[in-house]
């Protein structure tokens, strides 16, 4: 029996916090917490997934509190104690950003700005404003990123990460809740595709879905199972699981989030 693989983006997270001028305790620290929308989509998230999980799950968390309290109702709803594995954690975005900003200080200042007008009562469109330039800000320095070493360090952490779940999911289903970060360079490496399209296009409490398929798949030399690209994925202890001794994935779904209409309150969001 193989299982099915649920890729689990947090909910939506305190751009504004992380956003007020507050750089030199870091980004991290202040983005690493849910709003109440993100709460929210947690829930919401969770009542779909019970809907689809039968038989029971796996429940599996990166290390940080937006991640394991995105997981958090789910793991009520199940009574289940969710496995937390490191490898699942975001990049860190001071480490990502900061440079960047140190580099460009009228950025900083005006980003800074922006979220203490913001926080201040000012005009709503003042927090638009601010998520917009914090998105520039990111796409800027990812793009200075990904051309480091430090970037294929994080890719090997993420790929590790997820063979062991592969390894989880030989005979259930299960549920990881991570971030942007490593399911972008999962569903990338499934298509060899570019990490950097991915990053920015993937919503809070958004689902991957994954399927283990068996060892024996009939895969064609271009990686195509029956319509969909699989990712060879190499187990950790080193075992066999097809006759290469690698087992094949299918991406059955990317960013699914029909689950986050809920009647007059819209709840996609990007960040």
């Given at each position: 029996?193989?299982?099915?693989?649920?890729?689990?983006?947090?909910?939506?997270?305190?751009?504004?916090?992380?956003?007020?001028?507050?750089?030199?305790?870091?980004?991290?620290?202040?983005?690493?917490?849910?709003?109440?929308?993100?709460?929210?989509?947690?829930?919401?998230?969770?009542?779909?997934?019970?809907?689809?999980?039968?038989?029971?799950?796996?429940?599996?968390?990166?290390?940080?509190?937006?991640?394991?309290?995105?997981?958090?109702?789910?793991?009520?709803?199940?009574?289940?104690?969710?496995?937390?594995?490191?490898?699942?954690?975001?990049?860190?975005?001071?480490?990502?950003?900061?440079?960047?900003?140190?580099?460009?200080?009228?950025?900083?200042?005006?980003?800074?700005?922006?979220?203490?007008?913001?926080?201040?009562?000012?005009?709503?469109?003042?927090?638009?404003?601010?998520?917009?330039?914090?998105?520039?800000?990111?796409?800027?320095?990812?793009d200075r990123w990904v051309e480091a070493p430090e970037f294929q360090d994080f890719r090997r952490e993420v790929l590790g990460a997820f063979a062991a779940v592969v390894d989880l999911a030989q005979g259930r289903d299960v549920?990881?809740?991570?971030?942007?970060?490593?399911?972008?360079?999962?569903?990338?490496?499934?298509?060899?595709?570019?990490?950097?399209?991915?990053?920015?296009?993937?919503?809070?409490?958004?689902?991957?879905?994954?399927?283990?398929?068996?060892?024996?798949?009939?895969?064609?030399?271009?990686?195509?199972?029956?319509?969909?690209?699989?990712?060879?994925?190499?187990?950790?202890?080193?075992?066999?699981?097809?006759?290469?001794?690698?087992?094949?994935?299918?991406?059955?779904?990317?960013?699914?989030?029909?689950?986050?209409?809920?009647?007059?309150?819209?709840?996609?969001?990007?960040?």
């Amino acid at each position: 029996m193989t299982g099915t693989i649920y890729l689990l983006r947090h909910g939506q997270a305190d751009s504004a916090a992380a956003g007020r001028g507050q750089w030199q305790r870091g980004m991290e620290e202040q983005y690493d917490r849910l709003t109440r929308v993100g709460h929210r989509q947690a829930r919401l998230v969770a009542a779909e997934l019970q809907r689809r999980l039968k038989g029971g799950a796996a429940l599996v968390s990166g290390p940080l509190r937006r991640q394991r309290d995105t997981l958090a109702p789910l793991a009520e709803s199940l009574d289940i104690d969710p496995a937390v594995m490191e490898g699942w954690c975001e990049f860190n975005s001071d480490s990502v950003v900061m440079p960047y900003l140190d580099e460009h200080p009228e950025e900083r200042d005006r980003l800074a700005e922006v979220y203490r007008q913001a926080a201040d009562g000012g005009d709503g469109e003042l927090l638009v404003e601010g998520h917009r330039l914090l998105g520039t800000v990111l796409d800027r320095a990812l793009d200075r990123w990904v051309e480091a070493p430090e970037f294929q360090d994080f890719r090997r952490e993420v790929l590790g990460a997820f063979a062991a779940v592969v390894d989880l999911a030989q005979g259930r289903d299960v549920v990881v809740a991570t971030s942007g970060g490593p399911i972008s360079v999962i569903v990338s490496s499934l298509f060899g595709s570019n990490f950097r399209h991915l990053i920015g296009r993937t919503y809070t409490a958004s689902l991957t879905v994954l399927r283990v398929l068996p060892g024996k798949s009939g895969a064609n030399a271009d990686g195509w199972v029956g319509g969909a690209r699989q990712l060879e994925v190499a187990p950790l202890d080193g075992g066999g699981r097809g006759a290469d001794g690698l087992t094949p994935v299918r991406l059955v779904s990317y960013n699914e989030h029909s689950h986050l209409f809920d009647g007059a309150e819209r709840l996609l969001h990007l960040r």
